[in-house]
């Protein structure tokens, strides 16, 4: 058998071999992409998995084609890599990126701007997997994946979005460690422990970050004009339908946390926009020039109370109070004021979530002094609409004494009379209010409030209707009020001389239970299901008392609780809330200045916390150990580098031949050294003796 060369005699046949070596890989990375810098398919397919979960919640924010697009290439990704074929063409992956490039671009009209740029970047790392050639690749794939997550917090910051994007990091963590391990691969348990471990660890500073870092008011993705949130809820006109389509959403409108007791469930009404514009069908604001106001003027009758609302987005200008307003809401950046009509309007649309302090005179007259002509715009209605009802509102002011009188004989006419109160209400013609009043008579709240009205007016009433909220839902977890879009309501109100404008709501004379009942169940969806229906229900849910509080409807409260902590604790630190933390702990006036010294001298300390642990952790080198480290750097300094390959003898040989680098009494003293090293090294007699440590202490001084 031919000598293998020595590596000082063999220069030229190592590159050849090492050359033919990396040619051997490439051919082989080629054929079995599994085998190369993925070293088996259960990483690959980790790898999937953690992309998979970094895109999944872009369905809800991206267009279709993208969801599916992205799907059908993980997918066969996910083939491809299970049973072990090869990689796609460069052409092919070229056609599917351009494809995947002008659909958003004939989507987005751009490349440029938040949601192009990531839809882009979404089908750019959908491809990247079906083109990880290198170990490079891999690194991509990874660093764009971290940055997508980021990036999803620009559509939603929710609780399960950040829960599940910990958990998409995590798992990419795990699978950027499985790449650095060079020989055996440690089980997945092990690895996902070390990622998790990892993420504990930059926890605490990640918290010093949060609560130090200088706060900038509105996102800072955030562009002019656009929305942060999706509307929803009540808007500033009212037709028959619109607020029965509400009827049956759980969608949160706003929480609210009373300060001073909570009050009835017949004074719960959220007051919200005012109409008083009728064109025979549709409720709208009244148009009218500001000389032809009357001056508001109230009259508190007894003490506010006071309380916080939390208002979700719904890209309308009006806040919510109970009746009658006593203060100004403030909001930052964006000023409120009350309109003669007790209307709390914000200057700009509510894009985002909103905290507002409110106190409210649950019992006051408001404009009870003003003389009736100042209210004649409030009597105007459409001419040639609903002659039934004109006639009607003739009778009852024939009938009556007096307009005191008046509306309690009309309200006395919709509790007599067999009318219904249902989610499903036949379609009403041209004549809305006569079909409502002689024909169909079932509605819901606006149809009953509509109706009203005009019976008002035509009587010669002034007259409003109201649209807001009604009642809400303690929670017992917190203690804090939930409005929901089901609660959402509409009422008249009347000016009366001498009393002012006074409240009517003329459902609670056809149906009680939805003003007086604070816990209400479901409105059957159903034209059959009158209020005698849902009436019976609600008695049944009273009788069953803590019966009815299910497992699911407790579990929906906890986790209605725990998202309002997250958005007033989390999402709601603003740099109001970082002064008043910072004025705790003594810090009056803070500046940008200090608040940076701050972050780096608590990070820093944190930081330091953290890791002299870790560090005193590290596995200790055995004291002969330490010192043959020490006289390899030595050595490698005078240009003798000690070969990943030699052991000490072959060292000591190299350095016995060599006549350049060593005088004679350093060659001397380091051919001892790596002899004793040896020796101690593999003579398992346990710990050194302390003369031969000594000994090599010795030997690595003159080798200097």
């Not at 780096?600 to 043959?628: C, D, K, N, T």
């Given at each position: ?166 958990l998409a990091m995590g798992l990419m963590l795990c699978v950027q460690l499985s790449m650095q391990f060079v020989h055996a691969l440690p089980p997945l348990r092990a690895r996902l422990k070390l990622a998790a471990r990892i993420m504990g660890l930059a926890m605490p500073l990640a918290l010093v970050l949060f609560l130090l870092f200088p706060r900038i008011e509105g996102p800072l993705w955030g562009q002019p004009g656009s929305s942060s949130g999706a509307g929803s809820g009540l808007s500033n006109s009212m037709s028959p339908g619109d607020i029965s389509n ?277 409105l059957p969806a159903s034209d059959q299901g009158s209020f005698a229906d849902w009436s019976g229900l609600g008695k049944l849910q009273h009788g069953l008392g803590s019966l009815w509080q299910t497992p699911l409807h407790r579990l929906r409260q906890g986790w209605e609780a725990a998202n309002a902590g997250w958005n007033r604790w989390v999402l709601d630190y603003s ?130």
């Amino acid at each position: 058998m031919k000598p293998l060369p020595t590596l000082a005699t063999s220069e030229n046949g190592t590159k050849h071999r090492l050359a033919a070596a990396m040619n051997r890989f490439r051919l082989t990375e080629r054929a079995l992409p599994e085998n190369g810098f993925i070293r088996d398919r259960r990483t690959a397919l980790l790898l999937l998995t953690a992309c998979s979960m970094v895109l999944l919640p872009y369905i809800s924010y991206l267009p279709g084609w993208i969801s599916g697009f992205c799907a059908t290439l993980l997918g066969w990704r996910a083939w491809l890599t299970y049973r072990k074929q090869t990689l796609p063409p460069r052409w092919l992956l070229l056609l599917l990126s351009t494809a995947g490039l002008s659909g958003i671009y004939l989507d987005y009209g751009t490349f440029i701007g938040r949601e192009a740029g990531v839809a882009m970047l979404v089908v750019l790392l959908a491809c990247k997997l079906l083109e990880m050639r290198a170990k490079r690749d891999l690194f991509v794939v990874i660093f764009l994946s971290f940055f997508l997550i980021l990036a999803l917090f620009f559509y939603s910051q929710s609780i399960l979005v950040a829960l599940a994007m910990l958990l998409a990091m995590g798992l990419m963590l795990c699978v950027q460690l499985s790449m650095q391990f060079v020989h055996a691969l440690p089980p997945l348990r092990a690895r996902l422990k070390l990622a998790a471990r990892i993420m504990g660890l930059a926890m605490p500073l990640a918290l010093v970050l949060f609560l130090l870092f200088p706060r900038i008011e509105g996102p800072l993705w955030g562009q002019p004009g656009s929305s942060s949130g999706a509307g929803s809820g009540l808007s500033n006109s009212m037709s028959p339908g619109d607020i029965s389509n509400l009827a049956m959403s759980e969608a949160l409108a706003f929480r609210v946390r009373f300060l001073d007791g909570l009050p009835s469930a017949g004074e719960l009404y959220w007051r919200g926009p005012v109409l008083g514009d009728f064109d025979g069908r549709t409720w709208r604001p009244l148009r009218r020039a500001s000389g032809n106001r009357a001056p508001l003027t109230i009259e508190a009758r007894q003490p506010p109370i006071h309380y916080q609302v939390t208002l979700e987005p719904s890209q309308q200008r009006n806040l919510f109070a109970l009746e009658v307003p006593h203060s100004l809401p403030h909001l930052r950046d964006n000023p409120v004021w009350l309109t003669a009509d007790l209307e709390l309007l914000t200057s700009q649309p509510l894009r985002q979530r909103v905290q507002y302090q409110a106190s409210s005179s649950l019992n006051a007259a408001v404009q009870a002094q003003a003389e009736a002509t100042e209210f004649a715009p409030w009597l105007l209605l459409p001419p040639g609409y609903n002659p039934a009802t004109r006639d009607l509102a003739t009778q009852l002011r024939q009938r009556t004494q007096g307009n005191t009188e008046l509306v309690q004989a009309t309200l006395a006419y919709f509790r007599n009379e067999p009318f219904h109160y249902t989610l499903e209400p036949p379609l009403l013609g041209q004549h809305t209010v006569d079909e409502f009043l002689f024909n169909s008579r079932s509605g819901f709240c606006e149809h009953y409030a509509g109706a009203f009205v005009f019976l008002m007016r035509a009587a010669g009433i002034p007259a409003r209707v109201i649209t807001g909220y009604q009642g809400g839902e303690i929670n017992p977890v917190d203690g804090r009020m939930s409005v929901r879009q089901s609660d959402a309501h509409a009422w008249a109100e009347v000016w009366l001389v001498g009393q002012g404008w006074l409240r009517v709501d003329p459902t609670a004379a056809v149906a009680p239970e939805r003003v007086t009942t604070q816990s209400r169940a479901p409105l059957p969806a159903s034209d059959q299901g009158s209020f005698a229906d849902w009436s019976g229900l609600g008695k049944l849910q009273h009788g069953l008392g803590s019966l009815w509080q299910t497992p699911l409807h407790r579990l929906r409260q906890g986790w209605e609780a725990a998202n309002a902590g997250w958005n007033r604790w989390v999402l709601d630190y603003s740099s109001a809330r970082q002064q008043s933390l910072l004025e705790f702990f003594g810090l009056k006036t803070v500046d940008w200045r200090v608040l940076t010294g701050l972050l780096f001298g608590i990070g820093g300390l944190v930081a330091s916390l953290v890791l002299l642990p870790v560090l005193r952790q590290r596995r200790r080198l055995p004291p002969a150990e330490a010192l043959y480290q020490r006289f390899c750097q030595r050595l490698a300094k005078l240009g003798l580098s000690k070969a990943a390959h030699e052991g000490p003898r072959a060292y000591a040989q190299r350095l016995a031949a060599d006549a350049v680098h060593l005088n004679p009494t350093q060659q001397g003293a380091a051919i001892r050294f790596l002899t004793l090293y040896e020796t101690m090294h593999y003579a398992q007699q346990g710990a050194a003796p302390a003369s031969a440590m000594a000994q090599l202490k010795s030997l690595l001084q003159e080798c200097r």
